[in-house]
């Protein structure tokens, strides 16, 4: 059986906890690997940009510290999703 989901709201999620404070570093690194992936694999993807200003050191928590921003054409996906759903 097909599952499928919802790719915003998963974004979202990820966008949150990245811009939490709450997570260390690796947590941090693995969220930005799996938006990039589910960006990237639904072409979906416009870029980030980070919540604090950047050290552009990978080693340093504010690096990965970010909100990835998704297309329009996601968008308006998702909003006729909703109105099919209600």
């Keep these: ?3 499928t989901i919802q790719v915003k709201p998963l ?4 966008n949150t906890n990245l811009a939490s404070g709450r997570h260390d ?3 941090l690194k693995t ?3 799996m938006a990039d992936v589910i960006l990237f694999e639904t072409n979906n ?10 050290s552009h050191d990978a080693n340093e928590r504010a690096y990965y510290e970010r909100v990835y921003y998704y297309s329009s054409t996601m968008a308006r996906s998702n909003a006729k999703f909703r109105s099919h759903c209600l």
């Design 11 to 14: 974004l979202d999620w990820i």
């Design 45 to 54: 993807y416009v870029g980030f940009g980070y919540v604090n200003e950047v």
């Design 1 to 3: 059986m097909k599952k």
């Design 31 to 33: 969220f930005c690997v």
């Design 25 to 27: 570093i690796e947590t």
